[in-house]
């Protein structure tokens, strides 16, 4: 069962570098979505799909771009990176899109560190 | 998206029951509760989901009241394992912006 899978874990980036976060997940879900979470603090969302070639801003998108061209795939891009967003992004996904479809899977979290 | 309200910490001993309550005063009809736990350097995990009344599960209870402006995690004889950070949910399917809060952070001693 691998779930919701992010790649890389890890990532040091210099400011104005540009670099893609991979999340797939192989349930089959339409809800996907991306947080950020910085040190000691909750999750803010970046960005949500509700299905294919749908995506939606959450509270925090600036400097992120997101695409979702299949169910499968949910990629973030930094298109210019900055110190401020240094963090560890988390992708989660669900089955449905009422919230008594039930959980949010998460995956394993990717730590970026912008220099 | 309804406003939660958690504390922010909460201390316990091992083999106590934890109570968190989350305050949701703007709660919509069609909002359901969710809570979450996290451990340090993992992402959320669901612990249980309810609309109304009582929800249990193998490893949590959720109390809420009939005016469902608050909700109530109930975590049975804790353990160090327990040690977590706990958020409280509440929304619905339109927009599906599936936002969490500060959370309470929950320490086990032993």
């Known amino acids: 069962n691998a779930g919701v899978t992010q790649t890389p874990k890890f990532q040091v980036l210099k400011t104005g570098q540009s670099m893609t976060l991979q999340c797939a997940q192989d349930?089959?879900?339409?809800?996907m979505s991306w947080y950020r979470q910085d040190p000691g603090m909750g999750l803010r969302l970046i960005h949500y799909?509700?299905?294919?070639?749908?995506?939606d801003q959450g509270e925090v998108p600036n400097g992120y771009n997101v695409s979702r061209s299949t169910t499968e795939d949910f990629p973030l891009r930094l298109l210019s990176a900055a110190p401020s967003q240094t963090s560890v992004y988390f992708c989660?996904?669900?089955?449905?899109?009422?919230?008594?479809?039930?959980?949010?899977?998460f995956g394993e979290g990717s730590r970026l560190t912008v220099l | 998206l309804a406003k939660t309200t958690q504390p922010i910490s909460m201390d316990s001993y091992e083999g106590q029951e934890v109570n968190i309550t989350c305050s949701h005063n703007?709660?919509?009809?069609?909002?359901?509760i969710t809570w979450y736990q996290q451990f340090p350097s993992q992402g959320p995990r669901f612990i249980i989901q309810?609309?109304?009344t009582k929800v249990t599960n193998e490893v949590a209870s959720l109390f809420i009241p009939a005016d469902r402006k608050s909700s109530t995690l109930s975590l049975p004889r804790v353990s160090l394992s327990d040690t977590a950070v706990y958020y409280c949910?509440?929304?619905?399917?339109?927009?599906?912006?599936?936002?969490f809060g500060g959370g309470t952070r929950v320490l086990v001693k032993p």
């Open positions: 949910l509440v929304g619905k399917a339109a927009g599906n912006k599936l936002t």
């Open positions: 309810g609309y109304k």
């Open positions: 703007n709660i919509a009809t069609n909002d359901y």
């Open positions: 989660a996904s669900s089955q449905g899109l009422a919230w008594n479809d039930g959980e949010l899977f």
């Open positions: 799909s509700v299905g294919a070639g749908i995506t």
């Open positions: 349930m089959n879900h339409e809800y």
